[in-house]
């Protein structure tokens, strides 16, 4: 089907919907009913075996596939992926970061084949695709997770990235710099502005010894920014005319860039998916609204690129349905008010003045300390960053659960009618087939008995010969998807050369939220039924499978620490394996999950029914994530004590539920009622 006319894509932003699940197949179906009802750009969701550079037969990939995105393993996935769809036409985001060069270099050969089936010039046809590669992986380690490669490595692969596609596909985006998921982390608007400016002086400092200083500038003219809008619409707004404001000084004095056409801060962004709730989510279609405006507006800060989530995504998987209401509600906005037929309605404002003026010194501030450390991949390494925004986090969920920040329908507000949009159940919201990861597997194993195997060896050769100097490594990995190569072996390949990384968690070195009475309580309770075993009470937090959003897990492991348990986090991407095996050598009395990627229902079982198989299985399984009401009682009725969902935002009293759930394992009789 053709992409969306000039006049439809000419108007204020990229309409989008971050959209995929499954297969290529179904997610391409997808995408072509999106472009009918008037969407101008795409937006891919991967899922997480393909974010993080795994195969669907890794054993880590198992109940990961297809889940939160589509999975693309070679270039024939792509080719489904995008078919009937005119690459040198489309706006295409990928949300991807590790294997951003891999999945650019799929997207790239797609287009070339694309090119000579209509007989076309090929670096014609590169030099029209428009589009954006997330590639900020310096964010991976603070907040979402999908990192593969140390710091180093990695920094270097998004530089690789830059520079060859300036000079190849002028028109792309080569990397959004992310703050969206900073705040998700609990980064406050200085803290988003300031860690997302340290990532863009580390790329921008790496990158200009690789170009002539001729060429910043159209570097910096090709950089774009991927923010998060919260509800609180006037500080999101003044956080994004910081940000501009900000990136215009940056560039001009740091880089020497002169022009203000390339100094101008290019920024998509996809409101709070984290911020909606699962109680009442009604609510939630106001509050993306409101998001929206916030990077609507204001017309010298105005998103060029904007996403919705759907009202259900607190839930699980939106239907197409869900997509098309976020949809209509950027198309209201765009097409019939009149909000942005105007200049800056906000220019002259002394309020809006006096706090962006408070962000970005705040900012200043922050950005140089974190200069003073050695920039930001040092202030990764060394786990400053992700401790702050732990406690940053722990923070705002202590005001969340005192009530000092409301949310309505959850701490303030919360009776409610019987919702008709849930009316239908476990239909609300869309389920992904259990024989996808199975066709999946199975249509792998074809791939590779299909292709030639001394090409693909041969292209592999060739990348880890390139990763050990300092060639840039695209021309590289464009063999490899020529070749027919996975996903999977193209990051085998650099993990052989590069090694793996575990970032730090933050959770030892954050704050604790205070000690009010209901956690002083809880802490009593812990210490008497120590006291009762002959033992501190030992707690692990797990975190099985790929899913990275440990925002959840950390602020668990910190509220449990300072309720009195000792606690083992090992951090993200762990085997049912390594978590039962850590549980039995530490003898901890009680194993919590934090899972959020849909794959409850396959790692979840997997650690009850290892512990049982290690001589260990009364040690009491419980799992917090987006888990639907029938899947919890499917869990429940395979062996975990507890499940809780994010209606359970008080920390507090899950602690509460774990020293009982401790005491009925172990027999202790009635548990005693702490809050």
Request: with cysteine; aromatic share 6%; hydrophobic share 40%.
């Amino acid at each position: 089907m053709p992409y969306p006319t000039d006049d439809q894509r000419d108007r204020p932003w990229v309409m989008r919907t971050y959209a995929g699940h499954s297969s290529a197949e179904a997610s391409n179906a997808l995408y072509r009913r999106n472009l009918a009802k008037g969407q101008t750009g795409l937006s891919v969701a991967f899922d997480l075996p393909t974010q993080t550079g795994y195969d669907a037969d890794h054993p880590l990939s198992r109940g990961e596939v297809g889940k939160v995105g589509v999975p693309v393993s070679h270039i024939g996935d792509m080719r489904q992926l995008f078919d009937g769809i005119p690459l040198a036409e489309a706006n295409t985001s990928m949300t991807i970061n590790a294997p951003a060069m891999w999945l650019l270099a799929l997207y790239v050969t797609v287009a070339e084949e694309q090119a000579r089936e209509q007989g076309r010039d090929t670096d014609e046809v590169l030099a029209q695709l428009t589009g954006t590669t997330q590639n900020d992986v310096i964010k991976e380690y603070l907040s979402r997770g999908t990192y593969i490669f140390p710091p180093g490595p990695s920094l270097r692969l998004t530089t690789d990235v830059i520079t060859w596609t300036v000079q190849h596909v002028p028109k792309w985006n080569p990397i959004n710099i992310c703050s969206y998921h900073l705040q998700e982390a609990g980064a406050t608007p200085t803290q988003e502005v300031a860690y997302a400016m340290c990532t863009a002086i580390a790329v921008l400092d790496a990158v200009r010894e690789r170009v002539d200083d001729t060429e910043m500038a159209r570097v910096v003219s090709r950089m774009s920014f991927f923010v998060n809008a919260g509800v609180r619409f006037v500080e999101e707004m003044c956080k994004m005319r910081a940000f501009t404001q900000l990136w215009d000084e940056i560039t001009r004095e740091r880089y020497g860039v002169t022009d203000p056409k390339a100094r101008r801060f290019r920024y998509g962004v996809q409101v709070n998916s984290l911020g909606l709730t699962e109680a009442q989510p009604e609510n939630n279609v106001q509050r993306i609204v409101l998001e929206m405006l916030a990077v609507a507006m204001s017309k010298d800060s105005r998103a060029r690129a904007i996403q919705l989530p759907a009202w259900n995504e607190a839930l699980g998987l939106p239907r197409p349905w869900d997509q098309q209401w976020a949809l209509r509600m950027q198309q209201v906005l765009a097409y019939e008010t009149d909000l942005l037929e105007y200049e800056d309605i906000f220019e002259g404002s002394t309020v809006i003045t006096q706090r962006v003026n408070e962000i970005v010194a705040d900012a200043r501030k922050e950005i140089d300390h974190v200069q003073q450390m050695g920039g930001a991949v040092a202030a990764v390494e060394s786990g400053y960053m992700k401790s702050q925004l732990v406690a940053s986090l722990g923070e705002y969920r202590r005001k969340v659960e005192s009530g000092e920040r409301v949310l309505v329908g959850v701490n303030k507000f919360d009776t409610s009618e019987p919702s008709p949009l849930q009316a239908e159940g476990a239909e609300a919201i869309e389920t992904v087939d259990p024989e996808v990861e199975a066709s999946a597997v199975a249509a792998l194993e074809s791939w590779r008995s299909q292709r030639d195997s001394s090409a693909v060896d041969s292209a592999l050769a060739r990348l880890r010969e390139a990763a050990g100097t300092d060639e840039n490594l695209f021309e590289a990995t464009l063999e490899c998807a020529r070749a027919g190569v996975t996903t999977g072996e193209w990051a085998g390949a650099l993990r052989e050369v590069f090694g793996e990384y575990r970032a730090p968690t933050g959770v030892s070195s954050s704050a604790a939220p205070g000690s009010g009475g209901e956690l002083a309580t809880v802490r009593e309770r812990v210490r008497a039924t120590g006291e009762e075993l002959g033992e501190r009470l030992r707690m692990l937090v797990g975190k099985p499978g790929l899913d990275g959003h440990s925002n959840g897990a950390e602020q668990v492991a910190v509220r449990a620490r300072d309720a009195g348990f000792e606690v083992i986090y090992q951090g993200i991407r762990l085997t049912p394996e390594q978590i039962v095996a850590a549980a039995v050598q530490e003898d901890v009395h009680v194993v919590g999950l934090s899972v959020l990627s849909g794959s409850h229902l396959d790692v979840v079982p997997d650690v009850v029914e290892g512990l049982r198989a290690a001589g260990a299985g009364d040690v009491p399984v419980i799992v917090g994530g987006i888990i639907p009401p029938a899947d919890a009682e499917e869990l429940t009725s395979r062996g975990i004590a507890r499940v809780f969902t994010p209606k359970d935002y008080e920390l507090t009293e899950i602690m509460d539920e774990v020293v009982t759930v401790v005491r009925e394992a172990k027999g202790l009789g009635q548990p005693q009622l702490a809050v």
